[in-house]
């Protein structure tokens, strides 16, 4: 079974920047629809950024784009998530999650229960 393990988190304040990794190992398939989520205190999960690992495309949630950059590493197996401007609304535990297979619709528009496979967590904090 595919394991994630997200690294990289940590406190900046606000226009600092972070880059968040996400190390998979274990999986099966020769391509993944992989995402970035978030989740503050009170609040549902949200996409931040997903990207189809056969070809490199990349779609971002509005809050983030032009700031954060989403991008993988095939010989290092590993997903980044480059956070750069950030802003203290940036602050929660950052998921990276994975979906065997091309992005389609629901995986694309970032539903966090159309991916199966999860990491742990990282923490981002944003604050002066």
């Known amino acids: 079974a595919q394991v994630l393990v997200e690294s990289g988190g940590g406190s900046v304040q606000p226009g600092g920047s972070l880059r968040l990794s996400c190390a998979s190992s274990g999986y099966s398939a020769s391509s993944y629809c992989m995402g970035w989520f978030r989740q503050a205190p009170g609040k549902e999960r949200e996409g931040v950024a997903v990207?189809?690992?056969?070809?490199?495309?990349?779609n971002y949630a509005d809050s983030v784009k032009g700031r954060f950059t989403i991008s993988q590493d095939n010989a290092k197996n590993t997903l980044y998530l480059q956070l750069n401007s950030l802003k203290p609304e940036d602050t929660a535990m950052y998921y990276c999650?994975?979906?065997?297979?091309?992005?389609?619709?629901?995986?694309?528009?970032?539903?966090?229960?159309?991916?199966?496979?999860w990491g742990q967590g990282t923490q981002v904090t944003v604050s002066s």
């Open positions: 999650a994975a979906r065997k297979g091309i992005c389609f619709v629901d995986t694309w528009s970032m539903r966090p229960d159309a991916f199966n496979t």
């Open positions: 990207i189809y690992t056969g070809n490199d495309m990349t």
